[in-house]
């Protein structure tokens, strides 16, 4: 059971909009941390797509955006692309645990 | 270009010891925390533990202290994490990740990953 809640699977079609939505607690992101996005592509590593809430690294496409509000953070997709197709997991630190830093379970998605 | 270059997949039997090196470069070494995430197969990301490599200071998930170790070696820009009494729910592929801390806390360059399994 992870400590942000995250929905197992989103899907689109190419150029539609998707949302991911993580959510949190006042031990966490209600208690003023951010959220942190990444990406992990079939195959690969984990990449840094969104920092802080809303940053984006450079060479991030600016398809990618992030926004938090109370204790829940959402990640969104414009332009939905096939190479966008992979899992994102949000991450952020837990005041609550000796486990400093927490992500949620992960969010396929699926170009449709 | 920061990278952080990881040691090859390894196979261990139950209650043996893996050791995986994350050799770093692009970027001042002891200037950041390294982490270590770990995933096994078809799941998610869960974190192990950091380790400043200025100081050696080290803190672990609670999942895994007794069983967990990060060490460094500063004049290679190496970090490693050790894990003993190895169970077969072990076998996940292992990442060393870098913290960067403005604004906030974050990991924003990863290691390739290190396949470990275990298996009798």
């Known amino acids: ?112 | 270009q920061v990278q952080l270059v990881q040691s090859g997949a390894e196979v261990k039997k139950p209650g043996a010891s893996v050791r995986v090196s994350c050799k770093a470069s692009g970027y001042s070494f002891s200037s950041y925390d390294i982490n270590w995430v770990r995933q096994a197969s078809g799941q998610g990301l869960e974190w192990m533990g950091w380790m400043n490599p200025f100081s050696g200071n080290t803190g672990y998930a609670q999942k895994f202290q007794g069983r967990f170790t990060m060490t460094r070696n500063i004049s290679i820009a190496t970090a490693y994490m050790e894990l003993s009494s190895l169970k077969s729910d072990d076998t996940a592929v292992y990442y060393c990740a870098r913290r960067e801390v403005i604004p906030e806390p974050h990991f924003d360059y990863w290691g390739q990953g290190t396949l470990v399994t275990v298996s009798s």
């Open chain 1, 1 to 112: 059971q992870s400590v942000l809640t995250q929905p197992p699977s989103v899907s689109g079609a190419p150029g539609q909009r998707v949302t991911i939505s993580c959510t949190g607690s006042s031990s966490n992101f209600g208690a003023g941390y951010d959220a942190h996005w990444y990406q992990q592509l079939p195959g690969t590593a984990p990449k840094l797509l969104i920092y802080a809430s809303n940053n984006r690294p450079s060479g991030v496409p600016d398809r990618f955006s992030g926004s938090k509000s109370g204790t829940s953070a959402s990640l969104a997709i414009n332009g939905l692309q096939a190479e966008d197709e992979g899992d994102y997991y949000c991450q952020t630190y837990d005041n609550s645990l000796n486990d400093h830093y927490v992500f949620g379970a992960g969010t396929k998605v699926t170009v449709l």
